[in-house]
């Protein structure tokens, strides 16, 4: 791959994580002050709102599955650490790659499998909001699709590094 191509990658995908980390924090902020407005609305107003608690957990839904791509572009997400650890280089990269063949496979599984939820929610209703749970259901699609991108672009950028390492340790 040429060496531009792997740069601008690496651009595009610490970019796209920039933009989803702050998107996750404003997401977990707004949760959080809707949280505390249905708390006063309740408590200290009287007053019946039940939409705020619906609201909260569409915001925490996304917050959270917006925060897998960022993890897979840090490679913080779950691994074998304890395994791995314990292998010598090239094994340890052989199983990295395998780990991140099987987290592509299952994030575009997930990702067909959230389309079809996605277009089956335009059939349903969120009971209090009123609106179709298109919106509620697309967070896994997008995730999803999101995150096999951010795997490719850390396999593309480590595997780089890999190659260039495993060259010095040969030397």
């Known amino acids: ?9 690496a651009h595009f995908s610490a970019t796209l994580n920039w933009l989803l980390e702050r998107l996750c924090a404003l997401l977990v902020a707004l949760m959080v002050l809707d949280i505390w407005f249905g708390i ?6 009287e007053l019946g709102l039940t939409w705020t608690e619906e609201l909260a957990r569409y915001l925490m839904i996304w917050a959270a599955l917006l925060a897998v791509p960022c993890a897979a572009f840090h490679r913080e997400h779950i691994g074998l650490t304890i395994i791995s650890d314990r292998l010598s280089r090239l094994p340890r990269m052989t199983l990295h ?3 991140d063949l099987l987290g592509i496979t299952f994030f575009l599984f997930l990702f067909v499998y959230g389309l079809r939820m996605t277009a089956d929610g335009s059939n349903q209703y969120a009971m ?3 609106m179709t749970m298109t919106l509620p259901y697309a967070s896994v699609p997008v995730a999803a699709g999101l995150t096999v991108l951010q795997i490719l672009a850390a396999m593309i950028r480590d595997g780089g590094d890999w190659h260039g390492r495993l060259r010095e340790s040969e030397q």
């Open 1 to 9: 791959m040429e060496p531009g191509v792997r740069e601008r990658l």
């Open 40 to 45: 006063i609305a309740r408590y200290l107003l």
């Open 97 to 99: 790659f395998a780990l």
């Open 128 to 130: 209090i909001f009123g």
